[in-house]
């Protein structure tokens, strides 16, 4: 089992940047892919961004050039800095981890974390 921990959320002006943080624990052995997704007000859930355990990144179309996803296997934490935020960023937050074992792919999450993007 892995637990999934997020933290960073709040309220930020337009304009205004925010760094969100998610640290995985427990069983985590073979880690895949970390990401994370959000659920606006009335919204379906949706990807933000995805990094590999080699690095590679995925974006959505709206928050490129403005996020930037990191990560640290050594610390099994990933990173979402946030930048330029626009009012349609607010949402809940929810980091995503992928495991594999023997063959079966597991998916974690976080509880959640609010960002406010207000004047």
């Known amino acids: 089992q892995v637990q999934v921990v997020e933290s960073g959320g709040g309220l930020v002006q337009p304009g205004g940047s925010l760094r969100l943080s998610c640290a995985a624990s427990?069983?985590?052995?073979?880690?895949?892919?970390m990401g994370w997704y959000r659920q606006g007000p009335g919204k379906q859930r949706e990807l933000v961004a995805s990094?590999?355990?080699?690095?590679?990144?995925n974006y959505a179309e709206s928050v490129k050039g403005r996020f930037t996803i990191s990560r640290d296997n050594a610390k099994n934490t990933v990173y979402l800095q946030m930048n330029s935020l626009k009012s349609e960023d607010t949402a809940v937050y929810y980091c995503?981890?992928?495991?594999?074992?023997?063959?079966?792919?597991?998916?974690?999450w976080g509880q959640g974390t609010q960002v406010t993007v207000s004047s």
């Open positions: 427990g069983s985590i052995s073979s880690i895949s892919t």
């Open positions: 995503n981890v992928v495991q594999f074992r023997w063959g079966i792919r597991y998916n974690y």
């Open positions: 990094i590999t355990n080699g690095g590679s990144t």
